[in-house]
């Protein structure tokens, strides 16, 4: 929101010389004009306790974070699989993701702080690969039920950091446009567009999730078509986005050819393991 205050100056004379600062001058008397940028959208610190401050985006991230432990856990133990390592792989999946975040933001970002959402993602399914050959799990068959708890926490972090204010995009006369704090102008929301991006995602493959295995397009019925749907579909709209943000010209081309890389070789996974370059159907696992 923008307030315009008109007010109305009138100045004296005053002997230069007694004058050492002047942070403010006007030259002539006149009505002036002053804009306050008053960002409504920004909630950065939800409460503040004494010396305690809770931030909004730590309160999305742990909502998120223990959201989707509570989901994975769930959706893993129906598998069947022995809940001791279940928890096991949850805990050293996070871990590695929050180092693999880190890492990933910091060679991006350098010297700011933050987290990467596809850096943290690669840590943990690293670890649950690794997992899986270990305990003779199917790994395709645990990537699709973790999916469904890996979309709440991008949701639910990329609204935590809408409300920081910490990640917006290029400016932009749009009406979708918001002034960040700090900015005198409108900038792409770029958290908002991925957040509703995950929603979409997440509601379309929870729609689906009941139904793939009886397409006919889908010739092998094997495990993996939600997870590489996800990546898909997650890496497009990330490409996409990428173009309104303030990654350097060198980064941002970096990004797009990783994008389009990746893209290609989800694409081509995918096809191998629906069984349409076989010509016929393959076991279901």
Known sequence: MIVWIDFTV???R???????????????????????????????????????????????????FFLGVFIAWRRL????LDEEKILDAIILGSICGLVFSKLIYF?????????????????????????????????????????F????????????????GSTFGKPTVMPWGIYFPGSL??????????????FTIWVFLLRIERYWRTWDWYKSKESGFVFLSFLGLGFATTLVVDFWSLAKIYWLWLKIILGLVSILVVGLIFLYRSGRLHGKERQTK
């Open 77 to 80: 133990r129906d598998l069947g």
């Open 149 to 164: 708890a890996i979309l709440p926490f991008a949701v639910l972090g990329q609204v935590g950091a809408l409300l920081d």
């Open 14 to 64: 005053q002997n230069q010389s007694s004058v050492r600062y002047k942070p403010l001058q006007f030259e002539s008397e006149g009505v002036y004009h002053c804009c306050i940028i008053i960002s409504t959208t920004m909630l950065p610190v939800l409460l503040t306790l004494g010396p305690i401050t809770v931030y909004s985006f730590s309160i999305a991230l742990g909502i998120g």
């Open 107 to 147: 060679a991006e970002f350098y010297p700011q702080g933050g987290f990467s959402f596809w850096g943290g993602l690669a840590g943990l399914f690293l670890i649950f690969f690794l997992f899986a050959k270990a305990q003779k799990w199917d790994f395709w068959q645990i990537a699709d039920e973790l999916t």
């Open 185 to 198: 102008i409108r900038s792409q929301p770029i958290s908002l567009f991925m957040a509703l991006s995950f």
């Open 10 to 12: 009138k100045t004296t």
